[in-house]
């Protein structure tokens, strides 16, 4: 049973950090791609960033420069590190693995970013 569980997520002042992460379980996670999603209220859900099993990434033009992919493999973990956060990053992340059986969806954890 795949399972993702994210974690991390919190208030923070614009211009903040934050360090997010998604724990996997019930997969092959070296071998797949894992990516970490938002929404925002109002909006559609968004790809913010992507890893590769062998490490290559990919990032919206929006957190270009700001933010940060990786993951540990022997932890079975993938992590966004989030720096100069702004007050439109608000939203749910949501961390999601496309594979074979399925497309599988974390719970999400709430970022917001306010004064």
């Known amino acids: 049973q795949v399972q993702l569980v994210e974690s991390g997520g919190g208030l923070v002042q614009p211009g903040g950090s934050l360090r997010l992460s998604c724990a996997a379980s019930?997969?092959?996670?070296?071998?797949?791609?894992i990516a970490w999603y938002r929404q925002a209220p109002g909006k559609e859900r968004e790809l913010v960033s992507r890893?590769?099993?062998?490490?290559?990434?990919d990032y919206a033009d929006s957190v270009k420069g700001r933010f940060t992919i990786s993951r540990n493999n022997a932890e079975n973990t993938v992590y966004l590190q989030m720096n100069s956060l702004k007050p439109e990053d608000t939203a749910v992340y949501y961390c999601?693995?496309?594979?074979?059986?399925?497309?599988?969806w974390g719970q999400g954890t709430q970022v917001t970013v306010s004064s």
């Open positions: 019930g997969m092959m996670f070296r071998l797949s791609s």
């Open positions: 890893v590769s099993p062998n490490g290559s990434t």
């Open positions: 999601n693995a496309p594979l074979f059986s399925g497309n599988y």
